[in-house]
C-alpha cells in the first residue's frame, strides 16, 4: 500500500521561508505526475504546484517565482520550498501523487496533509 506523509509544516512571518516534505512509502510502480495542494478555512482545494515525468512544472499564478516543487527520487521525496509567503498563504498543504502499476490503473494517493500558518 502507497502512503504519503507531509512535514516541514508551521506558523512563520510574512516574508519568511518554508521547506515542505512529502515522503513516499509503497510499492508505487511509475510516478507520472506529483503535486502540491493546499486548503483553506472555508475555501476549495486547489493546487498550488505539480510536475510530471515529462518534466512539465506548473504553478498557480498565486505562487509562482516564490514557490518551487521539486523531488528526490533517492530519498523518495517530494518537496515544496516556500520563499516570501504571506498570510493569504495560510492553508493546510497536500502532497498528491499519480501513479501506475505495471500493468494496472493510474492512482491517485493523498497525504494527510501538513499546516501552513503565516502570521505576524
Known amino acids: 500500500q502507497v502512503h504519503l506523509v507531509e512535514s516541514g509544516g508551521g506558523t512563520v512571518q510574512p516574508g519568511r521561508s518554508l521547506r515542505l516534505s512529502c515522503e513516499v512509502s509503497?510499492?508505487?510502480?511509475?510516478?507520472d505526475v506529483w503535486g502540491w495542494h493546499r486548503q483553506a478555512p472555508g475555501k476549495e482545494r486547489e493546487l498550488v504546484?505539480?510536475?510530471?515525468?515529462?518534466?512539465?512544472?506548473h504553478y498557480a499564478d498565486s505562487v509562482k517565482d516564490r514557490f518551487t516543487i521539486s523531488r528526490d527520487n533517492d530519498k523518495n521525496s517530494i518537496y515544496l520550498q516556500m520563499n516570501d509567503l504571506k498570510p493569504e498563504d495560510t492553508a493546510v498543504y497536500f502532497c498528491?501523487?499519480?501513479?501506475?502499476?505495471?500493468?494496472?490503473?493510474?492512482?491517485?494517493?493523498w497525504g494527510q496533509g501538513t499546516q501552513v500558518t503565516v502570521s505576524s
Open positions: 498528491n501523487i499519480y501513479h501506475t502499476l505495471s500493468g494496472g490503473p493510474q492512482r491517485s494517493t
Open positions: 509503497g510499492n508505487i510502480g511509475s510516478l
Open positions: 504546484a505539480a510536475s510530471n515525468s515529462g518534466g512539465r512544472t
